[in-house]
């Protein structure tokens, strides 16, 4: 079974930036599609990032984080990345790493927007 650990949550002023970073336990991890999930009080869960297993296709669902957000891997630290800018009081939530495939969730890590 792997573990995902996620990192890299801060609190930042709007118009900042920072990465996320969600570790594997395991290299299976890498063979597989992965997605970033966020989500704010009171809102439902939100996937923002997916990519593929080679790293060579990435899709980011909602409008509003296409141009400021990007998703990437290194096989070699079984990691998957989100690198956020312009960041706006809205993206503010929990952040979470998740790999369908493999059943598994990272426990989340907090994105705080404001001045």
């Known amino acids: 079974q792997v573990q995902l650990v996620e990192s890299g949550g801060d609190w930042v002023q709007p118009g900042g930036s920072l990465t996320l970073s969600c570790v594997a336990s395991?290299?299976?991890?890498?063979?597989?599609?992965v997605n970033w999930y966020r989500q704010a009080p009171g809102k439902e869960r939100e996937r923002v990032a997916s990519?593929?297993?080679?790293?060579?296709?990435?899709?980011y669902p909602p409008d509003s984080v296409k141009g400021r957000f990007t998703i990437s891997r290194d096989h070699a630290k079984t990691t998957v990345y989100l690198q956020m800018t312009s960041l706006k009081p809205e993206d503010s939530a929990v952040y979470y790493c998740?790999?369908?495939?493999?059943?598994?969730w990272g426990q989340g890590t907090q994105v705080t927007v404001s001045s």
């Open positions: 998740n790999c369908p495939m493999l059943r598994a």
């Open positions: 395991n290299a299976t991890f890498n063979n597989y599609v």
């Open positions: 990519i593929s297993s080679l790293g060579d296709h990435t899709y």
